[in-house]
């Protein structure tokens, strides 16, 4: 049983930074693969970053060497910085925690980047 709280969305203009928040409630497992995701109107939705096993991290080629993806272990919580926003950066992001057999959404939160 564990639960994704997110937090950090808002209204940013263009170069501007925002940080996304994802607490989780229970014990996440050490294998487990967390990330972030995000849904433009009229598209689908993509993956931004993921970290694995603690250790591994991916990151999409839009938003490479600007977003940072990482976890506090002390407060159980997902963490996306995202610095030099961009218009096309503009979606709803999502927190996903996946691990054997369990699958973990966040609500969604609005980034919105002005130009």
């Known amino acids: 049983q564990v639960q994704l709280v997110q937090s950090g969305g808002g209204l940013v203009q263009a170069g501007g930074s925002l940080r996304l928040s994802c607490a989780a409630t229970?014990?996440?497992?050490?294998?487990?693969?967390m990330g972030w995701y995000r849904q433009a109107p009229g598209k689908q939705r993509e993956v931004v970053a993921t970290?694995?096993?603690?250790?591994?991290?991916y990151y999409a080629d839009p938003v490479k060497g600007r977003f940072t993806i990482s976890w506090d272990n002390a407060n159980n919580t997902l963490y996306l910085q995202m610095n030099s926003l961009k218009p096309e950066d503009t979606a709803v992001y999502y927190c996903?925690?996946?691990?054997?057999?369990?699958?973990?959404w966040g609500q969604g939160t609005q980034v919105t980047v002005s130009s």
């Open positions: 229970g014990w996440i497992s050490s294998l487990s693969t």
């Open positions: 996903n925690v996946r691990s054997i057999g369990s699958e973990y």
């Open positions: 970290l694995s096993g603690r250790t591994f991290t």
